[in-house]
């Protein structure tokens, strides 16, 4: 689908990232805004409630003081239809360290390993001289998972190169477990589609916009006027006097 083909009462569109986008391998250090809509973490943490949301994981538990098991829910599954097991989650934290990964290598400062017990269970130990249970506890938030099965040939084939130099900018060979696929993009705005048939709309139900979009602009005053002009729905650049937007040009 084109771009121009997509129904603007069906599209949030946000703006919040400048440039043009750096790909959509979440491994990039600067991957494009929307990446984490595509791969799931296993789990959520929520600032307005202050609770954790089990997502990719169904549950967890202290084995003992320095173990800790997860378990991934069974209905989880990538589009492509594989089921996303404990190998795909300890596949991404391997790459952390064999690897610089901003998101992923720092968690290993308190991480001695990372097994799969089985297909769904996840285990994470740690040490006396690494122990620390809030980055423990960081790690089940602030990780995206990814599928074994295409990151682990594309792996061989690049090597280190797989962190900084891969884009994964065709949206057809992209492989994710999210509520959204990429599905068109210019160095200008760029376009998710929901996915309904993703395994997790029987729990968290579907998100609300078929379509979600990112547009860039030039600098901070282009993004003001086209908040105004109602070109974007969300914005998170800086607006000097924002309250004058409502206070002196009564828009709403």
Sequence with gaps: MA??????????IISDAWGPPAGWN???PNTAWGTELMYPALFFYSTRDDVWIPYLAEGYRWVDKYTLEVTIRPEAKWWDG????????VFTFELGKKYV??????????LESVEAVDEK????????????????????????????????PLEEELGEKIISEFRDDDPSK??????????????????YER???WWGKDIFGLPGPKYIAHKTFKDNVAAALGFEA?????????????YEMWEVKGLP
């Design 3 to 12: 771009a121009q083909e997509i129904p603007r009462e069906e599209t949030l």
């Design 26 to 28: 979440p491994f990039l």
């Design 82 to 89: 594989t089921p996303i097991t404990a190998e795909d989650v």
């Design 101 to 110: 990964i901003g998101w992923v290598s720092p968690f290993w400062d308190y």
């Design 121 to 152: 269970t996840v285990r994470f130990t740690t040490s006396e001289e690494k122990l620390n249970y809030f980055q423990l506890v960081g790690l089940l938030h602030g990780t995206l998972i990814v599928p074994k099965h295409r990151w682990a």
């Design 174 to 191: 992209i492989v994710g477990g999210g509520p959204y696929r990429l599905l068109t993009w210019s160095e200008e705005m760029w376009y």
């Design 195 to 197: 996915v309904d048939d």
């Design 230 to 242: 109602g070109e974007v729905d969300a914005c998170g650049h800086f607006f000097a006097k924002i």
